[in-house]
């Protein structure tokens, strides 16, 4: 077997013997269902682990990743997470995830080709589009690529907030809550940009449906 399967083998044997001895139970627990109350929706940045980040059970939070934390509404997969999330787990609140340093978010910002992801890419480089002004004003590339890794998850919140069965949910109550985070490699730390949603207030007048 290949060393790096195998040191995952032994790395999952330590994990369920380091757990088992904290919480003996915990296993039974784990196998009776799940009832998270996070939708967590991020990069597939191997430097950004969910649970560990955030210090966080499993149980607690349901994931989504792809490559720079984009929501797609033509994205099946994406759609059928958030939808399974929102009517069937009944999360309390979404979290869009972007990160500092994200490389797909960086190759979006330049002219290369890369092949295949030019699709993919094209939907990062229309929030670039979008906020043109803003970021070509930014002289310091690195400023710069951060805040586009901010506006990027700043826009990924908006699109959520365009998904109707979510506005469903809205119309009924302020649940879910959509809250836009971004994480920084270089300290470990979580940022809340502050652009939290519960309700489809703010949205462009076409995106709203009637309930
Ligand atoms: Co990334």
Known sequence: ???????????????VEAIKGGSPGFFDELSKGQSPEVL???????????NQV?????????VQRNIANMV???????LSVVYYAVKHLKVKHIVVCGHYGCGGVQAAMSNQ???FLDSWLSGLKGVYAKHERELDGISDDLSRFDRFVELNVV???????????????WAKGEVPQIHGLVFDLKTGQ??????????????????????
């Open 1 to 15: 077997m290949a060393d790096v399967i195998k040191s995952l083998l032994e790395g999952n044997k330590k994990w």
């Open 113 to 115: 080709s890369f092949g």
């Open 40 to 50: 967590w929706i991020g990069c597939s940045d191997s430097r950004v682990p969910v």
């Open 190 to 211: 979580l940022k809340d940009l502050g652009v939290s949603r519960s309700s489809g207030q703010g949205l462009t007048g076409i995106f709203k449906f009637n309930w």
């Open 54 to 62: 955030t210090g966080s059970d499993p149980g607690t939070i349901f």
């Open 155 to 169: 826009e990924q919140v908006e699109n959520l907030s365009r998904v109707f069965f979510i506005q469903e949910e």
């Open 72 to 78: 797609v509404l033509t994205d099946n997969n994406l």
